[in-house]
RNA sequence: CGGGACGUAGCGCAGCCUGGUAGCGCACCUGCUUCGGGAGCAGGGGGCCGGAGGUUCAAAUCCUCUCGUCCCGACCA
């Protein structure tokens, strides 16, 4: 990549788009607003649905497919939800060369569609809870779109679920909030806030709505993950109803949360840096890749070599070689570098005459210099997995780091003000509670409340604002 | 829909003010030499200068209209 764009720059914004073109995620596509996902782009993606698929089966879900058309009169039961979401529909009117009798709306969410569905299959306190999720696509209209983190069209993850009990279904929500959380430490190396949405902020339809917020480069918040504690609105919209025990007649208690194609562009948000993709080892497509570098008459040997590196690291590694003609290797180099492959290792004649390679990390430790190691072949199987792992490792500790650093209480509005402008971050502010003062906050400075924390050591103070009393401090943030 | 910018080769751009044969870099094709951090040389292919009208002997360039895109705001996972 030949510009050289540091991260807290101005054009932030051009270089994240310059680092998701160049590095190949993914691509405009011809309709405006909606995203080619290409190969690499689609290999994250679906590394992180193992990542999540595998936590939702752990805790007891499983996956089905409801339909993409929805009856827009499903979207109109539940009045907070329709109008929430009406705006950035998009609706089919025709079909068949004919006009339909009821439009259909392209789903923006399935909470409608399924809880529909939902009525149909609880009839007893014995059918639940229902645990499901499904992976699907939605489509809402947006006015400006980025690559990833908003486009019309996204891919995501919707969790819904049925309890008898209102305390099952906010242990759920909270559960699933955590879920996320760890997701997005231990695979994504991005640690996050966790907490609960104003009502404000809120998604409509939901009592609660739990979250994680993550901090990217430019000290902006990013909303990476949403749990929402559904209440009894939708089972009341949608009659899903069943027989207790002792043989009453209750509505069921919902949540429902998701996560999309959006924590890609988290990721490169997250991690990435002028040279291009950096990408977590847990998620890498390619994890290693070995490079070999020869004169015309040592090709034999060094590529031979390389082989036998990749295959001795496979397939418990994803590891490729790059044995290309025609390319030189530095060239190589800065393309894997580029593309965010988190570990290099470098195999040429002096190499192999010491019986090592040259492994390049694609980030250092932190503070270190970007300096190349050795590493002994035969014990490759080992210090391979290792070194990923202790990649894995670093990369997590300087976002952890970095996040808090940027996470600052502020007590006065003026300093508030002067933070968000000059350094920006999360600011821990009080706040009275009224949606008033929250909305001129973020009509004046354009910070929103990201969450409240949900175990607040209890700090009497006053409102940032109004100056009324407040009990705990609030994560204020520009977000994206 | 308000405010700003821009449409010239696949991508990135210069040329426009001051009208006169369509240019540069990257990418692509061929060949040779190269190969431990984005190779060098030589040759080559590729354009309705967004579209329409006008002014002119002559328009990428000046004028009018139009279409489209991007950025900033309102909406948002």
């Not at 645990?131 to 993850?157: G, K, S, Y």
């Not at 300093?415 to 003062?437: N, T, V």
């Not at 909305?439 to 175990?455: F, G, M, V, Y």
Request: hydrophobic share 40%; charged share 25%.
């Amino acid at each position: 990549m030949a510009k050289v764009i540091t991260p807290r720059s101005e054009d932030y914004s051009r270089w994240y788009t310059d680092v998701v073109l160049q590095a190949g995620l993914a691509d405009y596509s011809p309709v405006r607003g909606c995203m080619v996902i290409r190969p690499l782009g689609m290999a994250v993606w679906e590394n992180m649905q193992k990542g999540l698929d595998r936590r939702f089966k752990e805790t007891g879900h499983e996956n089905a497919y409801f339909p993409l058309f929805i009856p827009e009169s499903y979207l109109r039961k539940e009045k907070e939800h329709v109008e929430g979401f009406a705006p950035e529909c998009a609706v089919v009117t025709h079909g068949g060369g004919e006009k339909l009798e009821e439009p259909l709306v392209v789903r923006p969410t399935s909470e409608t569609i399924i809880y529909s569905m939902y009525a149909k299959w609880i009839q007893s306190y014995r059918d639940l809870p229902i645990l499901i999720n499904q992976w699907a696509n939605v489509v809402r209209w947006e006015m400006r779109t980025r690559l990833f983190l908003r486009t019309m069209e996204f891919l995501w993850q919707e969790g819904h679920t049925a309890h008898a009990t209102e305390a099952e279904a906010e242990e759920e929500a909270i559960k699933m909030m955590n879920v996320y959380h760890a997701f997005a430490s231990e695979e994504m190396a991005v640690p996050c806030l966790r907490g609960v949405k104003t009502d404000a902020e809120k998604f409509a339809g939901a009592v609660r709505t739990y979250c994680i917020e993550a901090l990217m480069q430019d000290n902006k918040a990013l909303q990476a993950g949403t749990s929402h504690n559904l209440g009894q609105n939708f089972a009341r919209a949608f009659e899903v109803r069943y027989q207790t025990e002792a043989g009453g007649l209750e509505y069921v208690w919902n949540t429902s949360w998701g996560a999309s194609t959006r924590l890609i562009g988290a990721l490169v948000m997250a991690h990435s840096d002028d040279q291009g993709l950096v990408l977590p080892p847990r998620l890498a497509p390619t994890q290693v890749v070995v490079v070999p570098i020869f004169k015309e008459s040592e090709r034999e040997t060094v590529v031979r070599a390389m082989d036998d590196i990749v295959r001795s690291l496979s397939p418990e590694i994803r590891v490729k070689g790059d044995a290309r003609d025609g390319v030189r290797p530095g060239f190589k180099f800065n393309e894997w570098e580029m593309k965010g492959v988190p570990l290099r290792l470098e195999v040429g004649p002096r190499d192999l005459a010491a019986g090592q390679v040259t492994a390049a990390r694609r980030v250092s430790a932190p503070g270190a210099a970007p300096a190349k190691t050795t590493l002994p072949i035969a014990g490759l199987r080992e210090s391979v997995p290792a070194l990923l792992e202790e990649i894995q490792r670093s990369l997590y500790d300087q976002a952890a780091d970095r996040l808090r650093r940027n996470i600052r209480p502020v007590d006065t509005y003026d300093e508030f003000k002067q933070i968000l402008d000059e350094i920006g971050g999360f600011l821990q502010a009080h706040w009275c509670g009224r949606a008033a003062c929250e909305a001129r906050i973020k009509d004046e400075t354009k910070a929103t409340i990201r969450c409240i924390p949900l175990d607040p050591a209890p700090e009497p103070g006053r409102c940032l604002l109004c100056g009324e009393a407040s009990t705990r401090r609030a994560y204020f943030a520009r977000a994206y």
